[in-house]
């Protein structure tokens, strides 16, 4: 190793928002916008199913779960955090519900709900107190409640009693023309969207992810910042889990498996930067709704199969990322 | 996180303890005669010794030989693993590279192992050039670019086995690599033990292992210092590609046929969880190969004896992510 005295790395340019990078920054999260509008017009101008309300409603329902997932991933990854633990969670938060379904559907939700928002908090006292990279903490806490959801339900499925009216009301009602689980999924973006852009919570989330440190110095509680934020991704991820159990009428120990993953590359793909700090709801409720409707038209189209689609999905993610980090590239040049 | 990181730690380019440090790190390093493996060996070292004074033939030549076994695929992997983690990236497409690998060694039996292995190598090899040449050169970071490789490339290597089918491997000299012995030695424990040979060699006594150290310490600072840092990322990549192509090739031996949806699921995980265990910090700048062969072992020794011990597999998972967690925990850098 050669010991020559160097400045501490060149600033990233992020850290200062030019009029160039708040162009970019604007320009990525209408990139995947202008994405979705382009696939909602080869959708309608391609299949006759395409733009019937049935089937838009049917795409919302069926990327509401991983959508709350992806809400409080946003929330994590702003504070240039990860979670991994969200499949693991909505999976316990799922067999919970369902097992506690015969003592009512409100006691099911709530006892649900609370487990996975309990856990989250865990993994963001130990993120921010004892200082572990949220990689690992929450890759931990993956395995360790997927193996609690397992042995909670000695590896089978718990099937909702169908005395739970409630919670299989979340599942499978429906509100006028919605489903239950869209009316949900619209409520959580407006709430998570009106959080970050206008509350001192959403304010600090962005803070910490900006700078972290720069945010303590200014004497910005980041560790309660952070705790709240890993504590509401699994609060979402609970939401998640407790409604797929509903909507299944069973409560899984191995749903949600590779939902991290799902979620991280919507988040990424609305424009929301891992190194944090930049994106928001909005952002990511592009990307859920542009990956659903890609999937969508694959199912349309029925002549894809499966294993193209995941080519696909990869190769999608790899472009989105590409352009995005030229569009980067040519905002820090300006 | 890693204006952060840049800012707290003084150390962060080299396997070198600390310069400054008070009291507390002074008194850390003489409770660390192994560095930062020191925790993993210890940890290890109990388990060994509990199981066999605990757990009934825990102790014996067999399964000895049976864990050395089961841990090698993972071992390959994790070697790969390290190498990438030291650099401060991540390669979570490995798992779909074992798969990938296996496939097209299953397709192209027919055309002789001295095709099919090349092939399977060489596809695998492919992945990793595009996961190291997007990081490199598009600046992605590691964790979106391999992602986006382990949803593609296992949708791959489902169409290269014929659409998702389970292809069996009959050719009995494929089968020698998952199956056989070298004298005494099985082939893949072999194999595993070369892999850390040849690892362990190229961080501490090639230019190639600094510029993985100065790559991943401080990417800014070896560049201007003439590091070729894109060349040493692909490399890494690659190498982590091939290894868990190996490591692929010998799951794939081993069940006798290439399980393009089974084999090498959530492998990545327990390859991270090794290196992390083993004393490699996530933050790059550090890599030590035989803790992460200590690592290995203790996630294997805990499934190998739960599994003797009839506890149920999720308790196994628990002890997992506890060891995990408090690897990292005595392993943190200490804030300046």
Same mark, same amino acid.
């Given at each position: 190793?050669?010991?020559?005295?160097?400045?501490?790395t060149a600033?990233p340019p992020r850290?200062?928002?030019?009029?160039?990078?708040?162009?970019a920054?604007?320009?990525q999260?209408?990139g995947?916008?202008?994405?979705?509008?382009?696939?909602?017009?080869?959708?309608?101008?391609?299949?006759?199913?395409?733009?019937?309300?049935?089937?838009?409603?049917?795409?919302?329902? +069926?990327?509401?779960?991983?959508?709350?997932?992806?809400?409080?991933?946003?929330?994590?990854?702003?504070? @240039?955090?990860?979670?991994?633990?969200?499949?693991?969670?909505?999976?316990?938060?799922?067999?919970?519900?369902?097992?506690?379904?015969?003592?009512?559907?409100?006691?099911?939700?709530?006892?649900?709900?609370?487990?996975?928002?309990?856990?989250?908090?865990?993994?963001?006292?130990?993120?921010?107190?004892?200082?572990?990279?949220?990689?690992?903490?929450?890759?931990?806490?993956?395995?360790?409640?997927? @193996?609690?959801?397992?042995?909670?339900?000695?590896?089978?499925?718990?099937?909702?009693?169908?005395?739970?009216?409630?919670?299989?009301?979340?599942?499978?009602?429906?509100?006028?023309?919605?489903?239950?689980?869209?009316?949900?999924?619209?409520?959580?973006?407006?709430?998570?969207?009106?959080?970050?852009?206008?509350?001192?919570?959403?304010?600090?989330?962005?803070?910490?992810?900006?700078?972290?440190?720069?945010?303590?110095?200014?004497?910005? +509680?980041?560790?309660?910042?952070?705790?709240?934020?890993?504590?509401?991704?699994?609060?979402?991820?609970?939401?998640?889990?407790?409604?797929?159990?509903?909507?299944? @009428?069973? @409560?899984?120990?191995?749903?949600?498996?590779?939902?991290?993953?799902?979620?991280?590359?919507?988040?990424v793909v609305?424009?929301?930067l891992l190194t944090?700090? +930049?994106?928001?709801?909005?952002?990511?409720?592009?990307?859920?709704?542009?990956?659903?409707?890609?999937?969508?038209?694959?199912?349309?189209?029925?002549?894809?199969?499966?294993?193209? +689609?995941?080519?696909?999905?990869g190769a999608f993610l790899l472009g989105v990322v590409m352009i995005q980090g030229r569009l980067r590239k040519r905002a820090a040049a300006t | 996180?890693a204006?952060?990181?840049?800012?707290?730690?003084?150390?962060? #380019?080299? #396997?070198?303890?600390?310069?400054?440090? %008070?009291?507390?790190?002074?008194?850390?390093?003489?409770?660390?005669?192994?560095?930062?493996?020191?925790?993993?060996?210890?940890?290890?070292?109990?388990?060994?010794?509990?199981?066999?004074?605990?757990?009934?033939?825990?102790?014996?030549?067999?399964?000895?030989?049976?864990?050395?076994?089961?841990?090698?695929?993972?071992?390959?992997?994790?070697?790969g693993?390290?190498l990438v983690i030291s650099t401060g990236g991540i390669d979570l497409s490995?798992?779909?590279v074992?798969?990938?690998?296996?496939?097209?060694?299953?397709?192209?039996?027919? &055309? %002789?192992?001295?095709?099919?292995?090349?092939?399977?190598?060489?596809?695998a090899l492919v992945v990793g050039l595009v996961n190291g040449g997007l990081i490199a050169r598009y600046r992605v970071q590691p964790i979106v670019v391999t992602l986006a490789t382990l949803?593609g490339v296992?949708?791959?290597?489902?169409?290269?086995? &014929?659409?998702?089918?389970?292809?069996?491997?009959?050719?009995?000299?494929?089968?020698?690599?998952?199956?056989?012995?070298?004298?005494?030695?099985?082939?893949?424990?072999?194999?595993?033990?070369?892999?850390?040979?040849?690892?362990?060699?190229?961080?501490?006594? #090639?230019?190639f %292992?600094?510029y993985v150290?100065a790559a991943g310490?401080n990417p800014a600072a070896a560049r201007l210092a003439g590091v070729p840092v894109n060349r040493t990322l692909v490399t890494v990549y690659a190498a982590s590609a091939a290894?868990?192509?190996?490591?692929?090739?010998?799951?794939?031996?081993?069940?006798?046929?290439?399980?393009?949806?089974? *084999? %090498?699921?959530?492998?990545?995980?327990?390859?991270?969880?090794?290196?992390?265990?083993?004393?490699?910090?996530?933050?790059g700048?550090?890599?030590?190969?035989?803790?992460?062969?200590?690592?290995?072992?203790?996630?294997?020794? *805990?499934?190998?004896?739960?599994?003797?011990?009839?506890?149920?597999?999720?308790?196994?998972?628990?002890?997992?992510?506890?060891?995990?967690?408090?690897?990292?925990?005595?392993?943190?850098?200490?804030?300046?």
């Amino acid at each position: 190793m050669t010991n020559v005295a160097l400045p501490p790395t060149a600033a990233p340019p992020r850290a200062r928002r030019t009029l160039g990078a708040h162009a970019a920054s604007v320009l990525q999260g209408q990139g995947a916008l202008v994405a979705l509008v382009l696939a909602c017009v080869y959708g309608a101008l391609r299949y006759y199913a395409f733009p019937t309300p049935e089937n838009l409603i049917n795409v919302l329902r +069926q990327n509401s779960m991983l959508g709350f997932v992806a809400l409080g991933m946003t929330f994590v990854i702003l504070t @240039g955090g990860i979670d991994l633990s969200v499949g693991a969670l909505l999976a316990i938060a799922g067999v919970v519900a369902a097992k506690l379904a015969g003592s009512g559907s409100a006691v099911a939700v709530l006892a649900g709900l609370a487990t996975a928002t309990a856990l989250g908090l865990v993994n963001g006292l130990v993120i921010a107190k004892a200082r572990i990279q949220p990689f690992v903490v929450t890759l931990a806490t993956m395995i360790a409640v997927r @193996g609690a959801a397992l042995a909670l339900t000695s590896e089978q499925s718990v099937s909702v009693g169908r005395a739970a009216r409630g919670l299989v009301w979340l599942g499978r009602g429906s509100i006028g023309p919605l489903p239950v689980p869209v009316v949900i999924f619209a409520l959580a973006y407006l709430a998570g969207w009106v959080m970050l852009r206008y509350t001192r919570f959403g304010r600090y989330v962005y803070a910490v992810g900006d700078n972290e440190e720069a945010a303590r110095l200014m004497g910005l +509680q980041a560790d309660r910042v952070l705790i709240a934020t890993y504590a509401l991704s699994g609060l979402l991820a609970g939401l998640a889990g407790v409604i797929l159990a509903a909507r299944l @009428g069973a @409560g899984q120990p191995v749903a949600g498996t590779g939902w991290e993953l799902d979620a991280i590359a919507a988040v990424v793909v609305g424009g929301t930067l891992l190194t944090g700090g +930049q994106g928001g709801a909005g952002s990511t409720l592009v990307g859920v709704l542009l990956l659903g409707v890609i999937f969508n038209l694959f199912n349309l189209e029925g002549t894809i199969s499966p294993w193209w +689609q995941w080519v696909l999905r990869g190769a999608f993610l790899l472009g989105v990322v590409m352009i995005q980090g030229r569009l980067r590239k040519r905002a820090a040049a300006t | 996180m890693a204006s952060s990181a840049t800012a707290q730690s003084p150390s962060g #380019t080299g #396997t070198s303890p600390p310069a400054s440090g %008070g009291a507390a790190s002074r008194r850390r390093r003489a409770w660390a005669p192994f560095g930062p493996t020191t925790g993993a060996i210890i940890a290890l070292a109990v388990l060994v010794v509990g199981n066999a004074l605990f757990t009934s033939n825990f102790a014996t030549a067999s399964n000895f030989w049976n864990v050395l076994l089961q841990v090698s695929t993972v071992l390959l992997v994790a070697v790969g693993m390290t190498l990438v983690i030291s650099t401060g990236g991540i390669d979570l497409s490995v798992g779909s590279v074992m798969a990938l690998a296996g496939a097209i060694a299953a397709v192209t039996l027919d &055309h %002789g192992v001295v095709v099919a292995v090349p092939a399977a190598l060489g596809g695998a090899l492919v992945v990793g050039l595009v996961n190291g040449g997007l990081i490199a050169r598009y600046r992605v970071q590691p964790i979106v670019v391999t992602l986006a490789t382990l949803i593609g490339v296992r949708g791959v290597a489902q169409i290269v086995s &014929h659409d998702g089918e389970l292809v069996p491997i009959e050719a009995a000299s494929f089968l020698w690599l998952g199956r056989g012995y070298l004298g005494p030695f099985p082939v893949q424990v072999v194999v595993a033990l070369l892999a850390v040979a040849g690892a362990v060699f190229a961080v501490r006594s #090639t230019p190639f %292992g600094r510029y993985v150290l100065a790559a991943g310490g401080n990417p800014a600072a070896a560049r201007l210092a003439g590091v070729p840092v894109n060349r040493t990322l692909v490399t890494v990549y690659a190498a982590s590609a091939a290894l868990a192509g190996l490591a692929g090739l010998i799951e794939a031996a081993r069940l006798g046929a290439s399980d393009a949806a089974k *084999i %090498g699921l959530n492998v990545e995980l327990d390859a991270i969880a090794a290196v992390v265990v083993g004393g490699t910090a996530l933050t790059g700048g550090r890599a030590t190969v035989l803790g992460t062969v200590v690592g290995a072992l203790i996630m294997q020794v *805990i499934a190998t004896s739960f599994n003797m011990l009839l506890v149920p597999y999720a308790w196994s998972l628990a002890l997992k992510a506890a060891i995990i967690l408090l690897a990292v925990y005595f392993q943190r850098p200490k804030r300046v």
